[in-house]
């Protein structure tokens, strides 16, 4: 029970808010400085509400002194309890690090695994018909969540381990992370899942792309043996961990992440809406708030459990730690009627941190960050845009009211008062200038990166044909020639101002450049872009580099190119029939035909390097090979002038004459217009 000193202080703190403005009129109250009244107006709610623990009560607790809170196990010094599931679920977090730590470690090791357990490879199912781990966990966990509520996010998530990681780290250092509460960005998520998970099957439904079916055939890809193969670098990973799992806890709250940029959530929060599996409260609710203090999904739980018997805030993850803390053990998680069936109420004010104007800047700001930064130098993933877009917005209404209002804090730092900035609020201008900075410079890099991708898609020259002869200049209509000069333009703009590479708009800038004429200076674009790259796009930049060093003459720097794009993937055949016409110039025949012969067992169809064959046969004067070649190579080739022409140059550049001027005739007659260059 209270004692005599606790019943005054009570008597004290209750006639302070019940008129608030003694405090600024007397610097000492009934005997009490305002240390004392501070202290107290934590303890409002729970003295107010008796809401005090069986076990305080019969420990007897509550202090006689204002300045010594709390001291009991198990309680934190505002007397709320400590969450005993909190730890538990730490420990299951951790589990799930280890465990995905163990799976990479299992895949390095053995060289194949289980595809990952990711829910972004959903996307491959859905587009591809991979059916993968990721889509089976993905499914399943959405299916729970259906019937169990969100507990997936709160005890089964790496990025919101981090998350309460930092959140933890916050509160070690005395900072503790405030919700940034906006109306508009709360459907960010729900449109990121759509637009993930949705969209591409809706576009082929109404793009009418050739006989594509809306729903892809589905194909078993349970283990691969590239498991990082969908995940971005080490080196953007880390930046990607650390502004998904800290930045925006710093900025945003606690679930700042989960709240404003996670796909996935957006699903499992409209799920949860199905879900009879509830927190829950009895009678024995006395609304002493402990329960909303806890919550760290920024959920007003007392006032929920008091409107609808339950919480229904979607954005529940169902952690429990506000079943653990409540003092009455009021709150119990439990199955009954859904979100849905709940009657609508407005009695629950909700409280902002933006205006509908700054609503509405914020989300104009956030989609042009999005937008700038997502897909910059084919680094930042998706997810990554999202957050550091969440983070965008909240600087520039944060530095937005630091010159507008007349006092301003953020966390214990005094950024403004008086109209006077201070030294925290110059420190806090200079970070987001500095960040708001990065965004426009990353934007007008994806601009030039941007137009330049337009300008490519519009450039529909067939490789073989520019490949033919080092000069494809004659192949170009003057709308692909100014194309090809605005796309060189912006690649260039975007390569030079850039702070990293892209790897893949410089292959793009290296084709602009082979096309206007310039081979050399493509040769080392692709050399610095294979540099940058890594299995298939590595090996067509360096299969592209060796067909243009042929062209140039440059034979053995072509040959040991090629061998560096097989080394990437074997299975580039068409790096074969190059490497092949490489041997052969270098007076290296047999083992050209070695090549070539290697090329055709592994791909019959392939026109060119059956007619190579036969022409070295020819040239060994083996004719009856050489017919053998030269029928299966007509098998294969379709009855198009500029073909029988592109196999006629090639050809005629490896001396086979004989070959060649058929191809040429073929063409001729094929094209009586005359539209195939008469030159050969």
């Known amino acids: 029970m209270f004692t005599?000193?606790?019943?005054?202080?009570?008597?004290?703190?209750?006639?302070?808010?019940?008129?608030?403005?003694?405090?600024?009129?007397?610097?000492?109250?009934?005997?009490?400085?305002?240390?004392?009244?501070?202290?107290?107006?934590?303890?409002?709610?729970?003295?107010?509400?008796?809401?005090?623990?069986?076990?305080?009560?019969?420990?007897?607790?509550?202090?006689?002194?204002?300045?010594?809170?709390?001291?009991?196990?198990?309680?934190?010094?505002?007397?709320?309890?400590?969450?005993?599931?909190?730890?538990?679920?730490?420990?299951?977090?951790?589990?799930?690090?280890?465990?995905?730590?163990?799976?990479?470690?299992?895949?390095?090791?053995?060289?194949?695994?289980?595809?990952?357990?990711?829910?972004s490879e959903t996307m491959h199912t859905l587009q591809k018909g991979f059916v993968n781990a990721g889509f089976i966990f993905f499914s399943l966990a959405i299916l729970a969540t259906l019937i169990f509520g969100r507990f997936v996010c709160g005890w089964g998530c790496h990025i919101l381990a981090l998350q309460d990681l930092c959140g933890w780290l916050l509160k070690k250092m005395g900072l503790h992370p405030k919700p940034f509460r906006s109306r508009l960005l709360v459907y960010v998520p729900l449109g990121a899942a759509l637009y993930m998970f949705v969209w591409p099957t809706v576009y082929r439904?109404?793009?009418?792309?050739?006989?594509?079916?809306?729903?892809?055939?589905?194909?078993?890809?349970?283990?691969?043996?590239?498991?990082?193969?969908?995940?971005?670098?080490?080196?953007?990973?880390?930046?990607?961990?650390?502004?998904?799992?800290?930045?925006?806890?710093?900025?945003?709250?606690?679930?700042?992440?989960?709240?404003?940029?996670?796909?996935?959530?957006?699903?499992?929060?409209l799920a949860d809406k199905f879900s009879p599996g509830k927190i829950r409260v009895t009678p024995a609710c006395n609304q002493c708030g402990h329960c909303t203090a806890t919550c760290t999904s920024n959920v007003l739980v007392h006032a929920e459990v008091k409107q609808y018997g339950m919480v229904v805030d979607p954005g529940c993850m169902k952690c429990m730690d506000c079943v653990s803390v409540c003092p009455n053990d009021a709150l119990y998680f439990g199955f009954g009627k859904p979100t849905l069936l709940a009657p609508k109420s407005n009695v629950i004010k909700r409280h902002y941190s933006l205006t509908w104007p700054e609503e509405i800047v914020g989300a104009l700001v956030f989609l042009g960050s999005f937008l700038a930064v997502r897909g910059v130098y084919a680094l930042v993933p998706f997810l990554m845009a999202l957050g550091c877009a969440a983070v965008t917005t909240f600087l520039v209404l944060k530095t937005w009211r630091l010159f507008r209002a007349r006092e301003l804090s953020f966390y214990r730092f005094n950024l403004k008062s008086s109209g006077k900035i201070h030294k925290a609020g110059l420190v806090f201008v200079v970070f987001a200038c500095a960040w708001i900075g990065l965004n426009v410079h990353c934007g007008w890099v994806r601009y030039h990166e941007f137009l330049g991708n337009i300008a490519f898609n519009k450039v529909h020259l067939p490789d073989e044909l520019a490949l033919a002869q080092l000069d494809p200049a004659r192949?170009?209509?003057?709308?692909?020639?100014?194309?090809?000069?605005?796309?060189?333009?912006?690649?260039?703009?975007?390569?030079?101002?850039?702070?990293?590479?892209n790897n893949e708009a410089l292959p793009k800038l290296a084709w602009f450049e082979y096309l206007l004429g310039d081979a050399a200076q493509s040769v080392q674009t692709l050399r610095t872009a294979s540099a940058h790259q890594k299995d298939e796009s590595k090996a067509l930049s360096l299969y592209y580099r060796g067909a243009i060093l042929n062209r140039l003459g440059r034979y053995d720097e072509a040959r040991a190119t090629l061998d560096e794009a097989l080394a990437e993937r074997d299975d580039l055949i068409l790096a074969r029939q190059e490497k092949g016409e490489s041997l052969w110039q270098l007076g290296r025949r047999d083992e050209a035909v070695s090549v070539w012969t290697d090329a055709v067992r592994r791909n019959p169809q392939l026109a060119l390097a059956n007619n190579e064959i036969a022409g070295a046969a020819l040239a060994s004067s083996k004719p009856e090979e050489a017919d053998v070649y030269e029928k299966q190579a007509d098998q294969f080739t379709p009855n198009n002038p500029l073909f029988h022409w592109v196999i006629a140059r090639r050809l005629q550049d490896l001396g086979m004459t004989v070959l060649a001027e058929k191809h040429f005739q073929l063409a001729g007659q094929l094209d009586p217009g005359g539209q195939t260059p008469s030159q050969r």
């Open 205 to 269: 439904l109404f793009s009418n792309q050739g006989p594509e079916p809306i729903i892809p055939k589905f194909t078993n890809h349970l283990v691969t043996t590239n498991f990082w193969q969908t995940f971005p670098s080490v080196a953007v990973a880390i930046p990607f961990l650390f502004i998904c799992g800290f930045v925006t806890v710093y900025f945003l709250g606690q679930k700042g992440f989960c709240t404003y940029a996670c796909p996935y959530g957006g699903f499992f929060g």
């Open 4 to 119: 005599a000193n606790t019943r005054i202080n009570a008597r004290v703190i209750f006639t302070f808010f019940s008129n608030p403005n003694l405090v600024s009129r007397q610097p000492a109250f009934s005997g009490y400085s305002l240390a004392h009244i501070a202290f107290w107006r934590k303890f409002a709610n729970f003295v107010k509400s008796g809401c005090v623990s069986q076990e305080l009560k019969a420990a007897g607790a509550i202090p006689g002194r204002a300045s010594a809170g709390i001291n009991f196990p198990g309680y934190s010094k505002t007397g709320i309890r400590k969450s005993k599931t909190g730890r538990w679920r730490a420990a299951a977090l951790i589990t799930l690090n280890l465990f995905m730590i163990a799976h990479i470690i299992q895949w390095r090791i053995m060289g194949k695994t289980i595809s990952p357990i990711e829910p």
């Open 475 to 501: 192949w170009l209509s003057p709308s692909d020639r100014e194309n090809i000069i605005q796309g060189k333009g912006h690649y260039l703009v975007a390569s030079t101002t850039g702070l990293f590479v």
